[in-house]
């Protein structure tokens, strides 16, 4: 008799129908290795709270491991660069910071995936006129940006070695030649693990409605992107 190999999160369950949505974990690994059945799933049944909270759970334990000194380091430096005196901050301050930084943290990811998610319903759904809701945008979303979160926790330990909150995987660690300004500004705020993220949701807008290619739906998002931190990157 064959013998029945072992299951792994990326199988499907036996005897299920290729609708089925899969437990949470499973979800979030297919992210990673079959975002175009996750994505699939996720339209018939736009699940998105649990994700959604793993995701900021884990973005802010990613900023909680770092020791605050480099977070008051990171403060008074951009003081120092803005030419304003960096006040010294009392211990209770620092201690206060601690538990306030993973809080807003987890606060802002929730509230910054709303509006994103609003943003894409009203881009896709209401102006390019795609058949989509609210919900499946924010259920695709939820999933593509663990991916984002997922790297960011990884690379805590090298945050920490080197000293520096905001590091990142970034298109600027590609182009050294850029000199200090705008542009190199834009190029250090393009994280390529977000950008995977922007992707696997293109993945989610194309099984949301197959009528828009994955190709149109990530030239859409991935402009959206850029657009956004060419802004941002006037304010760093």
Do not use: C
């Not at 437990?23 to 690994?29: E, F, G, I, N, T």
């Not at 709303?114 to 881009?123: N, P, Q």
């Not at 977000?194 to 828009?212: E, F, P």
């Amino acid at each position: 008799m064959d013998e029945v190999p072992a299951a792994t999160p990326l199988d499907e369950p036996v005897n299920a129908s290729d609708s089925e949505m899969p437990s949470l974990p499973v979800r979030l690994v297919w992210a990673f290795f079959s975002p175009g059945r996750l994505m699939d799933r996720l339209a018939e049944k736009p699940l998105w709270g649990a994700a959604l909270l793993t995701s900021a759970v884990i973005v802010a334990l990613s900023v909680a491991l770092i020791p605050i000194d480099i977070f008051l380091e990171t403060q008074r430096q951009a003081m120092i660069d803005a030419g304003q005196d960096p006040a010294a901050m009392g211990d209770g301050a620092a201690q206060l910071m601690r538990v306030v930084i993973p809080v807003t943290t987890v606060l802002s990811t929730i509230i910054f995936s709303f509006i994103f998610a609003g943003l894409y319903t009203v881009v896709f759904a209401f102006i390019l006129g795609d058949e989509g809701s609210y919900k499946q945008y924010l259920a695709a979303l939820s999933h593509a940006w663990f991916i984002a979160a997922f790297i960011g926790l990884l690379l805590t330990p090298l945050k920490i070695m080197n000293g520096d909150a905001q590091l990142t995987l970034n298109l600027g660690l590609f182009m050294p030649f850029l000199p200090d300004g705008y542009i190199q500004n834009v190029f250090r705020l393009l994280d390529i693990a977000q950008i995977w993220s922007t992707l696997v949701l293109a993945q989610g807008a194309h099984a949301i409605d197959s009528r828009r290619s994955f190709g149109s739906a990530a030239a859409i998002l991935l402009t959206i992107t850029v657009l956004f931190i060419a802004i941002l990157a006037r304010f760093v």
